[in-house]
């Protein structure tokens, strides 16, 4: 046991409050700023966006001026929905630092939230404007695009996405011999070329939409539909093996999903591989008796639909 004495106790306190008044009457010490900051900045990519709140409005308290954190306080205001604030905080930033990108790109996305896509867009073109290669602002970008049925825009904006993410992971390499990768980096990287892969898609553009799902994969490797749109992809633009494989890996995934093993047999048919294309075929009818009506019609079975196997199959 420590017995400590009332009078050591007592000069404990008393120093504590020497230092408390010191430390008021003093300028803040920019180690505890850069502290309170980093602590906010964490919580902030935690997603702990309340607590991300409270670090950044003391580190404002302390240092009015920080640019950094108004536009990072404005993202966190933005993502509880007090896109309010958002904009109060983040008009501060922009006014503190009018070549802050980040802030651009933050209000950006509360105004996309405030469903006023014009001017979001717009905020992304003033980050475009500071840094040509802003991947924040042609991702977003994109996004809206999308969203408002504009195909063409989304193409452009996410292919300028994609160019400028593998151009700096380039010059990375280079540079380091390595590539500095971040999770949220990567999450981002992975959506948007998987959203412009399904455009191409939608247009029958295959050949750019199987690029793209394959620069997406690191993302969607347990979504059965990603394999699904990977893999027609494949078989449209007559690469049947990879098509196979694919449809093979989104079975795995759902082993129930009869339209996996129909596909299947769709591309063993291109490759005039009858005894291949009816043994799925029929576990697909097996699955789903539709199926035999859709092949009787379907220009996939062309090369093996004089075949006997094949007539049997779909009498």
Known sequence: MVIICAASAEAAETKTAKIKAKTKSKKPLEENV????????????????????????EVIRLEPKNAKAYSELGRAYCRTWNTTESLKVLKKAIALDPKLEAAYLNRAETYNRM????????????????????????????????SRGEDSRAIASFEKYAFFKELKDRE????????????????????????????????NNFESAALNFERARPGYEADPFFYYFLATSYLKTGRYDNAIEEYLYGLDIAPEESGFMYNIACAYAKKADVKNSTEWLRKAIEKNPAFKKDAVQDEDFGLIREKPEFQELIR
Do not use: P
């Open 115 to 146: 469903r006023r896509s014009d001017e979001a867009i717009a905020e992304c073109g003033k980050a475009i404007d500071i840094n040509s290669s802003s991947l924040g602002a042609w991702g977003i970008m994109g996004i809206i695009q999308m």
């Open 172 to 203: 990375m390499k280079e540079k380091y011999y390595m590539v500095m990768r971040s999770e949220q980096t990567e999450i981002a990287y992975d959506q948007n070329c998987y959203f412009l892969a399904q455009i191409y898609f939608k247009h």
């Open 34 to 57: 850069m502290l309170l900051h980093g602590m906010g900045a964490a919580a902030l990519a935690r997603e702990q966006y309340e607590t991300a709140i409270l670090y950044l409005k």
